[in-house]
């Protein structure tokens, strides 16, 4: 998945980047479905009938805490603090013989009160004795800070290692009308292999855990608040797919909107996907936070091409489902991503599908400028092409909104985290139609 922020604004903007050449993917002769996690691989599954994963797994890459006998997360020997929803944590505080009043004041001190505490040391007001169990069985930190990278619009990409040594990047969007937003990574890398985004030359190496996503959000706030001013809004689009890690990512937002913690409005807490539709079912049952789905194509033969999920998933199936779904949560808009490609998906005729895709779906669509990298041959859509896409949508009834790079200088932008290794996702074969537009 990709970083998203969401913005009306006037038209006038373009990609800084200029583009730059093409990676061809290293050649493998032997690719096949990917059998183990427990091997370094990278598979392709090129039939409909199976999800097209695309992997780079260590076998020493999982993520660094496990459970204990009562399900809560560890570190080593000791809990995982921000692994553990409230009513964990009260019971987990209750388990070693304290009151569920302490939980309350710890969790307060973790999330809220403008402490976000990540050491014993910033514990003020708790009791000793209590503070000192938590020294002996209790992790407060998941994520170490890397480096921070200043964009030239204000826009920060934070770099934090992970307990194995593996980095994730996360991005903090400052806005001037007093709406900050935190992006969030799900995964190291990503199977997706979406083929216009930097994360899907990757692949997937892991998953990260609820602690690992929470606390991105709470460094956010910990780290610029006083700076930016409050970060209001959490986006699920920052490195991986965020339902390929659903019990994670449910969790963590969960945690997120808890109303004594971080307090994140569920309306202003965005989980985007590409479409993986089980998933995206179970998300719209037990989450009350927004969804985004990536549509990126009006075709299932553009989609299969760009979005290899689309192979497993269709553009029916998947509209269909969301049709059916959100007919029972009421006053609930899906968000559709809709990034343009030059010759791709940006032609009038797209527009007039796009509609009727969306007939019968409370929606919203933002349409994304292409943020270039050295990853991908596709060139970014013309701001007036873009214009004229919109106005058609527009005229339609659609709400439309057009969404301006941000970061893209230090490729902090729309599609542009991670850093791919030796090892990368194949780019897939282009078809004929659309080999004109990418040279």
Known sequence: MEAMWMRRVPVGFKPSIPFSALILPIPFPHLKPLLSLHHRSLSIAASSSTIPVYSTYHHHHHPSSTADENGNPIKGSKVLLKGMRYFELQNWVQSHGYRPGQALMLWKRLYGNNIWAHCIDELEGLNKDFKSMLSEHAEFKALTLK??????????????????????????????????????????????????????RMGLTRHLTAAEIVEQAVYARRLFSSEVGSITNVVFMGMGEPFHNIESVIKAADIMVHDQGLHFSPRKVTVSTSGLVPQLKRFLRESNCALAVSLNATTDEVRNWVMPINRKYNLSLLLQTLREELRSKHNYKVLFEYVMLAGVNDSLEDARRLIDLVQGIPCKVNLISFNPHCGSQFKPTSEEKIIEFRNILAEAGCIVFLRPSRGDDQMAACGQLGKPGQVQAPLLRVPAKFQSALT
């Open 147 to 200: 480096d921070i990278i200043k964009a030239s619009d204000g826009t920060r990409k934070i770099l934090f290692t992970l307990d194995d040594g593996l980095v994730i990047e996360t991005v903090i969007i400052p806005c001037d009308r007093g709406r900050n937003t935190v992006c969030v990574s799900s995964q190291v890398g990503c199977a997706m292999n979406c083929q216009f985004c930097y994360t899907g």
